[in-house]
């Protein structure tokens, strides 16, 4: 497709700012295809920390609260982007997040700016009055994408008819991982890391959320003090969101008898994404470590704290890789999926390498109906 020479002018909202690697992971891809596909486009993106956004993306970034300023810059603006990410649900963030996501979007429809939901992850939602606010708005909406099948059948259960819904998949699958040579020479710090003396390296991401308590906690000590004592693997913890994960890491280190490691700085997505592909195995909370690891082609261990981890490892076709509820996540259910894994490592990575490849051309045709839209 040929390159637009149209200076369009993009806003993009998400979960952006918080140091989250997963959600920065994917606007720093989002940035990136739309400053290929539109060279001219000027993108404002809504933040957290916008001076921080502005610096690392080269982007214009305004406060994600600031509604005057918001609004200012709408009435400017030919494409309000919802997205990536689980934006649209009433599970987390004290079911609050999802009227801001829904108020900005009925705000550009208020000013007559086309809106796309970009690659979203929809739902849960619970409230009766959520589903029919987003059925109301939705509807208005010029452009819906989503990245996965039950997020389609979510929005078409809730009365969602008007634009169509084209299943793709979450940007982050179009990051470039940095040559990882790169990344030590920024970073010697990781090569002492994953300096293993020929041991297997695996990688363990956790995350606080309300199933978590002390047992739980014990359970991931317990599981790596097995994988080092019958495995001689060598354990390193993985931070997605940053200070959140660190933390959690180290509860989880202080109930371990034997040592392991922490990644304790904080690297850029590309970064970040070089590191797994050194790994054996991944144990993975985080949703965007399983996605960092399938797309490193290295299997991983799955929980399901959110419907989107379930999604997203069935539509690999790798549901025995998932664990299904907190009642199910045992030392003993633990080292069963470690030793299916490794009795089946092969089978995984061919499933991976093919299931990754289709996922990364779904993540192309985000872009592209976004360059459609804008230059019909």
Same mark, same amino acid.
């Given at each position: 497709?040929?390159?637009?020479?149209?200076?369009?002018?993009?806003?993009?909202?998400?979960?952006?700012?918080?140091?989250?690697?997963?959600?920065?992971?994917?606007?720093?891809?989002?940035?990136?295809?739309?400053?290929?596909?539109?060279?001219? *486009?000027?993108?404002?993106?809504?933040?957290?920390?916008?001076?921080?956004?502005?610096?690392t993306y080269q982007v214009k970034a305004i406060n994600r609260l600031h509604l005057i300023n918001i609004m200012r810059c709408l009435r400017d603006t030919d494409l309000f982007i919802s997205g990536g990410g689980g934006l649209l649900q009433d599970s987390?963030?004290?079911?609050?997040?999802?009227?801001?996501?829904?108020?900005?979007?009925?705000?550009?429809?208020?000013?007559?700016?086309?809106?796309?939901?970009? *690659?979203?992850?929809?739902?849960?939602?619970?409230?009766?009055?959520?589903?029919?606010?987003?059925?109301?708005?939705?509807?208005?909406?010029?452009?819906?994408?989503?990245?996965?099948?039950?997020?389609?059948?979510?929005?078409?259960?809730?009365?969602?008819?008007?634009?169509?819904?084209?299943?793709? /998949?979450?940007?982050?699958?179009?990051?470039?991982?940095?040559?990882?040579?790169?990344t030590i020479n920024s970073h010697p710090y990781i090569q002492k890391l994953i300096d293993s003396g020929n041991r297997p390296l695996i990688g363990v991401s956790v995350r606080e959320y309300k199933g978590y308590g002390k047992d739980l906690k014990k359970?991931? *000590?317990?599981?790596?003090?097995?994988?080092?004592?019958?495995?001689?693997?060598?354990?390193?913890?993985?931070?997605?969101?940053?200070?959140?994960?660190?933390?959690?890491?180290?509860?989880?280190?202080?109930?371990?008898?034997?040592?392991?490691?922490?990644?304790?700085?904080?690297?850029?997505?590309?970064?970040?994404? /070089?590191?797994?592909?050194?790994?054996?195995?991944?144990?993975?909370?985080?949703?965007?470590?399983?996605?960092?690891?399938?797309?490193?082609?290295?299997?991983?261990?799955?929980?399901?704290?959110?419907?989107?981890?379930?999604?997203?490892?069935?539509?690999?076709?790798?549901?025995?890789?998932?664990?299904?509820?907190?009642?199910?996540? /045992?030392?003993?259910?633990?080292?069963?999926?470690?030793?299916?894994?490794?009795?089946?490592?092969?089978?995984?990575?061919?499933?991976?390498?093919?299931?990754?490849?289709?996922?990364?051309?779904?993540?192309?045709?985000?872009?592209?109906?976004?360059?459609?839209?804008?230059?019909?």
């Amino acid at each position: 497709m040929k390159k637009s020479k149209t200076i369009a002018k993009i806003m993009i909202s998400g979960y952006y700012g918080f140091n989250n690697t997963g959600d920065e992971a994917i606007l720093k891809s989002m940035v990136g295809a739309f400053k290929e596909k539109i060279p001219q *486009a000027k993108i404002t993106v809504l933040s957290c920390n916008p001076l921080q956004t502005s610096q690392t993306y080269q982007v214009k970034a305004i406060n994600r609260l600031h509604l005057i300023n918001i609004m200012r810059c709408l009435r400017d603006t030919d494409l309000f982007i919802s997205g990536g990410g689980g934006l649209l649900q009433d599970s987390t963030g004290k079911g609050w997040s999802i009227l801001y996501y829904l108020g900005l979007i009925l705000a550009a429809k208020i000013v007559k700016v086309p809106v796309m939901i970009y *690659a979203q992850g929809i739902g849960p939602v619970n409230k009766q009055a959520n589903k029919k606010l987003m059925k109301w708005i939705l509807n208005k909406v010029d452009l819906i994408t989503v990245r996965d099948n039950s997020s389609k059948e979510l929005l078409e259960n809730l009365g969602v008819v008007q634009p169509s819904i084209h299943v793709n /998949s979450d940007p982050v699958f179009l990051l470039k991982e940095k040559n990882f040579n790169q990344t030590i020479n920024s970073h010697p710090y990781i090569q002492k890391l994953i300096d293993s003396g020929n041991r297997p390296l695996i990688g363990v991401s956790v995350r606080e959320y309300k199933g978590y308590g002390k047992d739980l906690k014990k359970i991931f *000590a317990q599981t790596a003090d097995y994988l080092i004592e019958n495995h001689k693997a060598k354990i390193i913890f993985f931070p997605f969101k940053f200070d959140e994960d660190v933390h959690i890491s180290e509860e989880i280190l202080s109930l371990m008898k034997n040592k392991a490691e922490v990644l304790k700085i904080k690297l850029e997505p590309e970064e970040l994404l /070089s590191v797994p592909s050194r790994l054996s195995l991944m144990v993975g909370v985080r949703f965007h470590s399983i996605i960092f690891s399938s797309m490193a082609n290295i299997p991983f261990i799955a929980f399901n704290y959110d419907p989107k981890v379930k999604y997203f490892v069935e539509n690999l076709g790798l549901s025995e890789l998932l664990l299904e509820t907190d009642e199910d996540i /045992s030392l003993k259910n633990l080292q069963e999926k470690i030793e299916y894994i490794r009795e089946n490592n092969d089978k995984i990575k061919d499933i991976l390498l093919k299931k990754v490849n289709n996922l990364e051309k779904k993540a192309l045709a985000n872009n592209e109906l976004v360059n459609k839209f804008l230059n019909p």
